[in-house]
């Protein structure tokens, strides 16, 4: 069985394609993961409501999240840790 529910030669094809844009520096663009028949069905049965759409968002909040998101509770940690490690040490 199929534990990632994806065509796995189609899945490798992509990967490889993804590759080779990357080494040419091409732009982003989407990728549709080859899920199976049977992947699909588990996806209808557990979430009726799931609306698939193949298109990419231009949602800011989505495509900028990780530009865009709060990190200061991150970098207080990080520099806390620091101040830590140089308590530390002597």
């Not at 759409?53 to 998101?69: A, C, G, K, L, W």
């Not at 709060?70 to 530390?88: G, M, N, P, T």
């Amino acid at each position: 069985r199929d534990v990632l529910y994806l065509n796995l030669n189609d899945y490798q094809l992509l990967i490889e394609q993804q590759i080779a844009k990357l080494n040419a520096a091409k732009p982003f663009s989407s990728v549709i993961l080859p899920i199976t028949p049977d992947f699909e069905r588990i996806i209808k049965a557990n979430y009726p409501d799931y609306d698939y759409n193949q298109e990419t968002s231009t949602d800011p909040f989505i495509v900028d999240h990780h530009m865009r998101r709060d990190r200061s509770e991150v970098i207080s940690a990080k520099e806390e840790a620091i101040q830590l490690r140089k308590h530390r040490r002597n």
